[in-house]
């Protein structure tokens, strides 16, 4: 069955997400005046605050785990909400203008899982002010966590509003039934939760049947970090499997905490096609980005010597449009949880790039320009330790690598271990019938886990397992992972490191040829006609998912075979499979993924 938001409203509370940046707007007069008692939630359940004038708020009594979507949708004037916790500090989230409450409504809804147990402060404001003696009904919708070891998150996107049509995407766990679940029209997005145990296999499987799929993507995510990110157009099929650890991923690069430090000329080949987990671009930060760009990656530089610094932003496209943002100097020593996200004006800013190179250099004197500039800002005079934060937007979309090329002159060099790790040796090696992935760090001080990334085929890098961190170690370290679960054929490596402080770090990429030891799959006949069988063995009862792929990625055929324990036999029918070399992708119910080479004869 494929649930609609309605659906997911009666069995799961599906809200909208709303888009977390902190205002820039101004506040009406009677900000911060407290109306009525607190409240206290049903949960599961709606619970209604009559009367929230524009510049009020309600004390919300929340428990930690729980979700809460607060909108304002019965106002008559233009409404924005923002969250606090009542004992202080800044903005939990900010929301004006949500299309939860209708296609280019003015009322405003958002969606918050509560990290603490205590008092929440909703501000409810009104532009324009004069409206401030309006009531605004408050609804607040409340939904416990799922049960499990852990609760994944499942948040599916649309960027236009005109729904997925007939395309859905859908969770299985442990080889169960699909769950699925789609877009209407007029929605640009909307979530699910699911409870899930430590041992447990979750399987995302996406139908791409639907017009329109650059508008569609979604995301999995655990602990509030993107476990996978489908980017846009999602691939058809099955898209991600793992065994669940509940441990929480480190930030991904297309959010600030996640920052990558670059240090030198480099081809840069990991920009995004999807838009992170955090807006970390509000409207008093973007600066020349007048449209808080998203669809980009952050990254970080340490100058280690003192002198101007500029640089070249070249699009392997040379029709691409690139867009930067620079922020700083920070402390030395800054870290991305201390300086993300930046709260300033950037630095430099370009957003006049439509097509090739745009960067800082030494003849430019404007130090940010809009889309009527020359696409160069000025140079930058640095002093040795300064932390800066970089934005690079693909405006395009196009998710295209490029060349970052400096230009360091009065003595200015770069560090390329301010904000990482000393990685002295990586290495993949087969070892049957798993692979061995080894990594030895120089200075395990400070560092509280390693995550172990793998991709093969045309997937993305995926989470496969956690290694906690010494932590203390002063002294060289050498860290080993077993991958039980390797797919035959190349494989792609990568180790992310997880500071105590938050900050993450990601390691270069190594490759390893992992064979077939006899322990995998069997096709009979090879090369086959009209019927291949798949032979193989199953730990787990549930359903296989079998994909056939042709040398360029293209997915040609798709099955779905339910499995029990022990010996498999699936026959799989080739009519209308033209004659060549295929890839056979078998993934079990176990998370177990075999590949195979099959010909297909005249």
Not at 403 to 419: F, H, I, K, P, R
Request: charged letters at 10%; proline letters at 7%; glycine letters at 10%.
């Amino acid at each position: 069955m494929t649930m609609g938001l309605n659906g997911w409203n009666q069995a799961f509370a599906v809200i909208l997400s709303a888009v977390l940046a902190i205002p820039a707007s101004a506040q009406c007069a009677n900000d911060n005046t407290l109306t009525g008692a607190a409240v206290t939630p049903n949960c599961p359940g709606t619970t209604n605050v009559p009367c929230v004038q524009g510049g009020q708020y309600t004390l919300i009594n929340v428990v930690a785990g729980n979700t809460y979507t607060f909108s304002t949708c019965g106002a008559s004037f233009d409404t924005q909400i923002t969250l606090f916790n009542n004992t202080g500090g800044g903005a939990l989230g900010f929301n004006d203008d949500n299309d939860a409450c209708g296609f280019f409504s003015l009322q405003s809804s958002i969606t918050w899982t509560a990290t603490f147990t205590g008092q929440l402060r909703v501000l409810v404001d009104a532009y324009p002010c004069v409206s401030n003696g309006t009531c605004a009904p408050l609804v607040i919708n409340c939904s416990a966590p799922p049960a499990g070891d852990c609760v994944y998150t499942l948040t599916l996107f649309d960027e236009f509003g005109d729904g997925w049509g007939t395309s859905f995407v859908g969770y299985s766990i442990s080889g169960g039934p699909y769950q699925n679940y789609t877009l209407p029209t007029g929605y640009l997005s909307g979530w699910v939760q699911f409870g899930v145990n430590i041992g447990q296999v979750v399987t995302l499987y996406y139908d791409a049947s639907g017009a329109w799929q650059t508008d569609n993507s979604y995301t999995l995510s655990l602990g509030g970090s993107a476990v996978f990110n489908s980017g846009s157009p999602p691939a058809a099929g099955i898209t991600y499997a793992a065994t669940v650890t509940c441990n929480p991923p480190p930030a991904p690069p297309e959010d600030c905490i996640g920052s990558i430090t670059i240090c030198s000329n480099q081809s840069i080949n990991n920009n995004t096609n999807n838009t992170g987990n955090i807006a970390d671009l509000s409207l008093t930060s973007a600066g020349c980005l007048l449209n808080t760009e998203r669809q980009g990656t952050w990254y970080n530089f340490t100058p280690s010597a003192g002198g101007q610094i500029g640089f070249t932003i070249n699009p392997a496209d040379p029709l691409d449009d690139y867009d930067f943002a620079l922020w700083g100097p920070f402390p030395p020593g800054s870290t991305p949880s201390t300086i993300c996200p930046p709260l300033d004006v950037p630095l430099r800013c370009s957003y006049a790039a439509p097509s090739g190179p745009t960067g800082l250099n030494y003849s430019a004197t404007d130090q940010s320009e809009d889309a009527f500039g020359d696409k160069w800002v000025q140079y930058l005079n640095v002093t040795v330790g300064q932390v800066y934060l970089l934005y690079i937007s693909n405006w395009s979309q196009s998710g295209l690598a490029f060349t970052m090329n400096w230009d360091l002159q009065g003595g200015a060099s770069l560090d390329c271990t301010q904000l990482g790790v000393n990685l002295l040796d990586l290495s993949a090696e087969d070892a049957t019938p798993d692979v061995r992935v080894s990594w030895l760090i120089a200075n395990s001080s400070g560092i509280a886990a390693f995550e172990v990334e793998r991709s093969f085929a045309q997937y993305p890098f995926t989470g496969i397992g956690v290694l906690d961190g010494i932590g203390v170690s002063g002294v060289p370290e050498r860290f080993e992972f077993l991958d039980p679960t390797a797919p035959v054929g190349s494989i792609n490596y990568r180790i992310r490191t997880v500071f105590a402080d938050g900050s993450v770090d990601r390691s270069p990429v190594v490759t390893v040829i992992h064979k077939d030891h006899g322990v995998g799959s069997l096709l009979i006949p090879n090369p086959a006609l009209t019927q291949v069988a798949v032979l193989c063995a199953s730990t787990m009862d549930g359903t296989a998912g079998l994909e056939l792929i042709d040398p360029s990625g293209r997915l040609v055929q798709q099955w779905f075979r339910p499995v029990t324990t022990g010996p498999v036999h699936l026959d799989l029918a080739l009519d209308g499979v033209q004659p060549g070399t295929y890839l056979l992708r078998i993934m079990l119910p176990d998370g177990t993924v075999l590949q195979e080479r099959l010909a297909k004869g005249f």
